[in-house]
């Protein structure tokens, strides 16, 4: 994930900022009525990227501030399918405590439990499906999460689909 930190605006200094986990600068700018959900031409968000860079700080002092827990990217992905990728437990919990959706599908229909399946984040597939996700959505190629979990010998997270 890249943005340009050479432009002046306040909205690319914010997504810096947030990039770079410089508190001072995101309360100064959001002060100053930066716009909190502002994207780069990706579509990545201040918080997508504090998020994705595992700063759970910012990520507090983005929501805090009104940032939009469950804006996608040109891809459709989220903040929270982005966590469920990385393996970010802890940022993953605060994102639902915040509201993420967690049925929300990105482009190829994936969600977030297909992201943490995919990528034997067994303790995120844990949060997801307490905090009720629906193991039925189906991706763009027809397969559930379940699904994936047989695909990649994911035995942990089959025998959680199972135990539903």
């Known amino acids: 994930m890249t943005s ?6 306040p909205e690319d200094q914010l997504i810096d900022a947030a990039r770079r986990g410089n508190i001072a600068s995101i309360n100064s700018l959001i002060k100053s009525g930066v716009a909190i959900n502002a994207q780069d031409d990706k ?8 998020t ?14 009104g940032a939009d827990v469950n804006s ?13 990728f ?3 437990a802890d940022m993953a919990r605060l994102l639902i405590e915040h509201g993420a959706g967690v049925d929300i599908t990105n482009r ?3 969600t977030a439990l297909m992201y943490a399946t995919l990528f034997g984040r067994n303790d995120i597939v844990r949060i ?3 905090a009720g996700a629906n193991v039925t959505i189906l991706d763009l190629r027809g397969f559930a999460a379940r699904d994936l979990a047989i695909q990649q010998g994911n035995e942990a ?3 959680m689909f199972d135990a539903l």
């Open 157 to 159: 997270a089959v025998a």
């Open 4 to 9: 340009s930190s050479s432009s002046a605006r």
């Open 108 to 110: 190829n229909g994936g």
């Open 52 to 65: 994705y860079d595992n700063q759970p700080e910012v990520a507090r002092t983005l929501l805090s501030a």
């Open 43 to 50: 579509g990545f968000t201040p918080l997508i990227f504090a």
């Open 72 to 84: 996608q990217d040109v891809s459709g992905n989220t903040a929270l399918m982005g966590v469920s």
């Open 128 to 130: 997801l499906l307490d």
């Open 86 to 88: 990385k393996g970010y």
